[in-house]
């Protein structure tokens, strides 16, 4: 087990974002969370990734408690995140972005002599652009990117910083179908490639079913199911949360 | 020399050739040198503002405090450069720790309201109490020697002193700018959130900016004294931040060059303007608002519109 999420709880004054959610990511699993809009996914994200500190609960990566750990420290610990939102650096180059990213993996990062020197990282950085499409683009601003050329950045981003446990909260937010598709394959084939384990935050289900290894579902802060895509297509309650109230 | 570049270099030898150019009087090399000065503190300051994305209006602390370290030591007969400065960063730096840890903790206005702060006390101290003479400050000292028997006393001398400190400060910055810590500078100043979950201790890495900037500028403070034989609080009053920051704005943000151009400008424009009319800060207030409103780039940024031209001519 890599990741364990233990009776966490979560809540921001009278609403209760997270209640009592358990789960466990093996190694090597593509592990989604989804639920409808509101239904906690971020919450849960965000207490994994180390900027909230859950109210009650564990959260152990491989083993060790990271549960209320600042962001860099957790992401030292081989996890990274990306966000629903683009989170990257707008005013610098493609390259640059990635390489700020990769450098922090350099033995130099921290040290005296990286105050005089710059750690080549240039391979790592140009193999990430090109799974992603993005070589041509290196010398462009990131903030002059096409959305879709955006979201996978945002990818590179956090890959570049060699992690184990990748957290993708929404990666194809706003894309086209037809695009969502083609990040979604990009995406397992990547995270094959790596011999990453992946932990998908979807609010769109036709994402996840083709390539989870397994399936929870949050509704109202709450794990109502896990399983195989299968059989979460054909839970009752999973069906009844996504028709039901509370969808968007 | 390879982070120095060729036009640095070739600047950096016109600018040699100064005192060499038959005319320049005694008056100009010492403006040369107050210009010369204040860019390097300028310069010190845009590893913050331009690269950090952090705005100090302290400065002029770290400034006046290496003014007063040299004071301090020269009134006590240590008449050493090296003595001097390196008395200055031991000074500036155990108050640059104290300030950085603590302003670094808050962001944006914060920051900058803190290290106002910090600087007010330290200037008040100097001001009010007479631990270090008051308002007159530390009056009439003797020349700064480099070596036993090169004494820094002509005018020219004392440009070539701040000559030598704006190259070696020129040629730490370019370093710095382009090493892996300033590069996550800039990632931070880009977006700080993200820095910090790609496994950047964020308020570390601004620390050490702090820390950097505040003993350049600390040790530019140790070397006023060398040329004119006081320090005084007014070194240290906020207005003094206040230039420093115009400085940088004037030449262009990020660009190191930009505010040493800056400086350069504005203590020539000083100097000129208030020899000529009494409200000169009106007037020169007036070209600030100008640059500001018409060149966001700074003086630097004048740059593009000419290459701009030569591409389309």
Redesign the interface.
Known sequence: MILEVDDVSKRFGALAALTRVSFGVEAGQVFSVIGPNGAGKSTLFNVVSGLFAPNTGRVRFRGEDIAGLPPERVNRLGLAKTFQITNVFPEISVLDNVRVAAQSRAPESGRPSSLWRRPDVDGTVVALLEAFGLAARGEAHAKNLSHGEQRYLEICVALATSPTLLLLDEPTAGMTPGETRDATALIRKVVLERGLTLLLIEHDMSVVMGISDRVAVLHFGEKIAEGTPDAIRHDPRVIEAYLGGGDD | MRAFGWRAVVVFALLAALPLVPGVSRYYLLLAFDALLFGAIAMSLDLLMGYTGLVSFGHAAFYGLGAYATAILMERGVQSVWACVGFALLVVGLYALVVSYFATARRGIYFALLTLIFAEVVYTFFRYTQTFGGSDGIQGLPDATLFPGLVIDTPTRKYYLVLAYLAVAYAICR??V????G??L??IR??E??????????QRYKMGACMISALLTGVAGAIYPMRSAFATPDLMLWTESGEFIISVMIGGLGTLVGPIIGGVFFTILRDKVSSIVDWYFIVIGVVLIVIVLFMPRGLLGLRRIFSRERATA
Do not use: C, P, T, W
């Open positions: 370093v710095l382009a090493s892996h810590f590069r996550v800039v990632a880009e977006n959130d993200r820095a910090r979950f790609l496994g950047y201790n964020v």
